[in-house]
Structure formats: C-alpha cells, structure tokens
C-alpha cells in the first residue's frame, strides 16, 4: 500500500508519477469520450470521469509531495483558486524535500 499512498515524495518521484498519472488520464480519455460520443451520451457524464481521477492525484501525488516539503496538506485548498493553483503546482515541482533530522 505504500506504493500507492505514499508518505512522502521526492521532487524526481513526483515528477515521474505526475507524467504516469497524465498519461493514464489520456489513456482513459482515448477509450471514454468515443464511447459517450457514440451512445450519444450528455457532456456532463464527463465529470465521471474527470473527478475521481483528479482527487486520485490529490491523494496519491500531492498529499504525499506537500508532505515532503513539510508544509500542511490544508494548503492543497490552493488548486481551487485560479493562479494560486499554477504557483502552487511549480513550488511542488521545485521545492526540494524538507530532510528528517537522524
């Protein structure tokens, strides 16, 4: 389980990760969207899809990264404001690791 709940991550380890979460999201977008297209579905079933995947990035990548930092997972409330989220996605990106005192 602690492959998938992690308790912190490294700045490399979040990176591969984000790239792996993405492309499983284009993956799943490729097979879904011409299945809805097809059975002439409405375009809110969308966010079936878009909502579970994106708390799963937020339980799996950011929770675990923020806690690497050392910073309280509370400041993740900062992806629902416009801006705020794009400065708070680059400082997970380049933030290095807060080191555990040995």
């Known amino acids: 389980m602690n492959l998938l709940f992690p308790r912190t991550l490294s700045r490399l380890q979040y990176c591969v990760l984000w790239l792996l979460y993405h492309l499983v999201v284009i993956l799943i977008a490729l097979f879904v969207l ?20 994106l708390a799963a990035r937020i339980l799996c990548l950011d929770i675990p990264r923020i806690h690497g930092i050392g910073w309280p997972p509370g400041l993740l409330l900062l992806h629902m404001v416009p801006g705020a989220n794009l400065f ?9 690791s807060k080191e555990a005192n040995a």
């Open 88 to 96: 708070l996605q680059i400082l997970l990106f380049c933030k290095k």
């Open 34 to 53: 011409p299945l809805l297209k097809l059975h002439n579905q409405p375009n809110w079933v969308i966010l079936f899809v878009i909502v579970p995947t």
